[in-house]
């Protein structure tokens, strides 16, 4: 029933900014790791980035020292910030949760998925 709602994909221009958000639409109990996916037109899926409860991050490093993820806890809100967007850039984003299966860890619970939103970054 709770689904992960993306915002902030659009157009815009090479160089240029972007924001993207991810909220529940509900509740999500025992949040570990919030992060972003992307599928580029005739590639896989791939991390882009995430951000664990504790801080900590993994950056894929083809957005290194662009893209900069954070989260706000108090809202279970996942952001993506996009600078010196690059027309390769270009993909559909996914917003990705994943929580744990007890307070005290116990491996991986559940793990939700958004929509996906469209960035297109042109030259």
């Known amino acids: 029933q709770v689904q992960l709602v993306e915002s902030g994909g659009g157009l815009v221009q090479a160089g240029g900014s972007l924001r993207l958000s991810c909220a529940p639409s509900?509740?999500?109990?025992?949040?570990?790791?919030m992060g972003w996916y992307r599928q580029c037109p005739g590639k896989q899926r791939e991390l882009v980035a995430a951000i664990a409860s504790g801080g900590s991050t993994n950056v894929a490093d083809s957005v290194k020292g662009r893209f900069t993820i954070s989260r706000d806890n108090a809202k279970n809100t996942v952001y993506l910030q996009m600078n010196s967007l690059k027309p390769e850039d270009t993909a559909v984003y996914y917003c990705?949760?994943?929580?744990?299966?007890?307070?005290?860890?116990?491996?991986?619970?559940?793990?939700?998925w958004g929509k996906g939103t469209l960035v297109t970054v042109s030259s």
């Open positions: 990705n949760v994943k929580t744990r299966a007890t307070i005290l860890g116990g491996g991986d619970g559940m793990d939700y």
């Open positions: 509900a509740t999500i109990f025992r949040v570990n790791v």
